[in-house]
């Protein structure tokens, strides 16, 4: 199979005064020869002859796929990735975790905790799910979350592992920690020398909450 894409132009309008259609094509035709004309609404024969007589390529009343922006592409593989990186740690994780369940009193959910939704857990949590705006977590033990969060967290164990949404409100032994340092990548949030230390997971930089 022989194949070719094309990067094309694309011009979208309607018809509503054929005069003036024509009028506004033969003073711009230069702008738009190379470009895919698409007719929304009604298109007479005296419109297409116009348009075949230029030569103007043209179409009516389809509906063409819709771009998107390169940050929204960037945004999409950045996810991806995140993705690909939070399912090897939780393999890793879960392992070692669950080995020594008895011992570190740990509890594993894979539930979404949706808003309105308030867990409290003595021990550790692992979470291989969201948690919802509106939803909270308090816990006394370790915190591992391998999905977004949007809710509260109130946690006062050794540490945390997390990626939080702006809409998070996330408390680490009675402190805010910003959702600026915890967005787009999971973090490893832990308490050394009495300050919160945030250490990107996949990422080499170190950011300090005072």
């Given at each position: 199979?022989?194949?070719?894409?094309?990067?094309?132009?694309?011009?979208?309008?309607?018809?509503?005064?054929?005069?003036?259609?024509?009028?506004?094509?033969?003073?711009?035709?230069?702008?738009?020869?190379?470009?895919?004309?698409?007719?929304?609404?009604?298109?007479?024969?005296?419109?297409?002859?116009?348009?075949?007589?230029?030569?103007?390529?043209?179409?009516?009343?389809?509906?063409?796929?819709?771009?998107?922006?390169?940050?929204?592409?960037?945004?999409?593989?950045?996810?991806?990735?995140?993705?690909?990186?939070?399912?090897?740690?939780?393999?890793?994780?879960?392992?070692?975790?669950?080995?020594?369940?008895?011992?570190?009193?740990?509890?594993?959910?894979?539930?979404?905790?949706?808003?309105?939704?308030?867990?409290?857990?003595?021990?550790?949590?692992?979470?291989?799910?969201?948690?919802?705006?509106?939803?909270?977590?308090?816990?006394?033990?370790?915190?591992?979350?391998?999905?977004?969060?949007?809710?509260?967290?109130?946690?006062?164990?050794?540490?945390?592992?997390?990626?939080?949404?702006?809409?998070?409100?996330v408390i680490f032994h009675g402190v805010e920690v910003k959702n600026s340092f915890l967005e787009d990548k999971l973090n490893r949030v832990e308490l050394k020398n009495n300050e919160i230390v945030i250490t990107p997971v996949f990422k080499k930089e170190i950011n300090w909450v005072s």
């Open positions: 199979m022989k194949n070719k894409q094309y990067s094309v132009k694309v011009y979208e309008c309607s018809v509503d005064d054929e005069a003036e259609f024509m009028a506004f094509f033969d003073t711009n035709y230069p702008l738009f020869r190379d470009h895919l004309i698409v007719i929304n609404g009604y298109l007479s024969d005296s419109i297409k002859e116009y348009l075949e007589s230029k030569p103007l390529i043209f179409l009516n009343n389809v509906t063409l796929p819709k771009g998107r922006t390169r940050k929204a592409l960037e945004d999409e593989l950045k996810a991806q990735q995140r993705e690909i990186d939070i399912d090897r740690l939780v393999a890793e994780s879960r392992i070692a975790s669950l080995s020594n369940r008895l011992q570190n009193n740990l509890t594993v959910l894979d539930e979404r905790i949706r808003s309105g939704m308030e867990l409290n857990i003595e021990g550790d949590l692992l979470l291989l799910n969201r948690v919802n705006s509106g939803a909270t977590i308090n816990i006394s033990g370790n915190l591992i979350i391998t999905q977004l969060v949007e809710g509260a967290i109130r946690c006062d164990g050794n540490f945390m592992m997390l990626t939080a949404s702006p809409k998070a409100n």
